[in-house]
């Protein structure tokens, strides 16, 4: 299970995304500002690439509050992510 404190502090997605992984199933959060408004983006892939490699038809995002709850629902959301697709987190390594 993911837990909030895993996730860092929300100073530190003032600068750049968090990555990390659970069980097969990547995952990053990122802070993104789109029409004056400031949220925190997450999104959820498959392993065994990197975001940047993985192909976008795999990711699943979700936008969150850019707050401290935000980043608890963030944790939520991952970990539901986690436990709805468990075929797709097996590794094909």
Same mark, same amino acid.
């Given at each position: ?28 959060? =990122?802070?993104?500002?789109? @029409?004056?408004?400031?949220? !925190? ?6 392993? %065994? ?18 707050? =401290?709850?935000?980043?608890? @629902?963030?944790?939520?959301? !991952? ?6 697709? %468990? ?7």
């Amino acid at each position: 299970m993911i837990k909030r404190n895993e996730l860092l502090t929300l100073n530190f997605y003032k600068k750049e995304p968090f990555t990390g992984s659970y069980h097969g199933m990547r995952y990053r959060i =990122e802070k993104m500002e789109e @029409d004056g408004s400031v949220f !925190l983006l997450a999104a959820t892939y498959p392993q %065994p690439f990197c975001f940047t490699a993985t192909d976008n038809s795999l990711k699943t995002f979700e936008k969150f509050d850019f707050s =401290e709850q935000g980043l608890c @629902d963030a944790a939520d959301w !991952l970990n539901t992510q986690y436990e709805n697709n %468990p075929e797709k987190w097996k590794s094909t390594c």
